[in-house]
């Protein structure tokens, strides 16, 4: 659950302004077969409004910087590790911290792709198998995600570590790395 602060409770305050107008409007409508269904449709948009309102207050509000990012292969356990340290460097605390890794197969990222990356053996016992999730398509982008930080106060720093499978067969591979709070 985000943390909230001044911003948010004034975006609610805003919002409940609205809801109110408009159920007194109506209220006052003349025809009463449609205040049901307009105090209904307000409820609905004014709860819409809430929930993508706590989303774009924690864009603006809550600001993470990514620092010393390093990894490493662990051979022996086909996993790889990244390291480094997030930075809370807005003016506001935050819940959590997401360290999100994004690896891609360099054939795709560069444009230099081979017959291999995309192959896909097709026949009998894929047609049967293919259904079932038995196939052999190899993923050629993963995307992880990790809770790496909580309640991170302004101004302080965490250093995190996550592990996570390296796909074998990725050779030379893009990586794009990101932070965000909420």
């Known amino acids: 659950m985000t943390l909230f602060n001044y911003w948010h409770y004034i975006v609610f305050f805003v919002i409940f302004l609205l809801s109110i107008g ?69 003016k506001f605390p935050i819940g959590k911290v ?7 197969n360099k054939g795709h990222a560069t444009g230099n792709v081979k017959g291999g990356n995309f192959y896909k053996p097709s026949g009998f016992m894929d047609f049967f198998s293919g259904g079932f999730g038995m196939g052999s398509h190899k993923p050629q982008t993963v995307t992880k995600k990790f809770v790496v930080a909580r309640n991170l106060k302004p101004g302080q720093a965490k250093a995190f570590r996550v592990y996570f ?15 965000y709070g909420h």
């Open 98 to 104: 997401t360290f999100e890794i994004k690896l891609v």
């Open 22 to 90: 408009g159920i007194v409007s109506a209220v006052k409508q003349k025809n009463k077969k449609l205040v049901y269904s307009m105090i209904f449709s307000i409820i609905l948009v004014t709860a819409f409004m809430a929930v993508f309102s706590v989303m774009i207050v924690d864009k603006y509000t809550k600001k993470v910087q990514l620092e010393k990012l390093h990894n490493k292969r662990l051979l022996s356990t086909e996993e790889i590790v990244y390291y480094g340290i997030v930075r809370n460097i807005g």
């Open 165 to 179: 499978r390296y796909p074998p067969y990725f050779r030379s591979t893009a990586e794009f790395a990101k932070v």
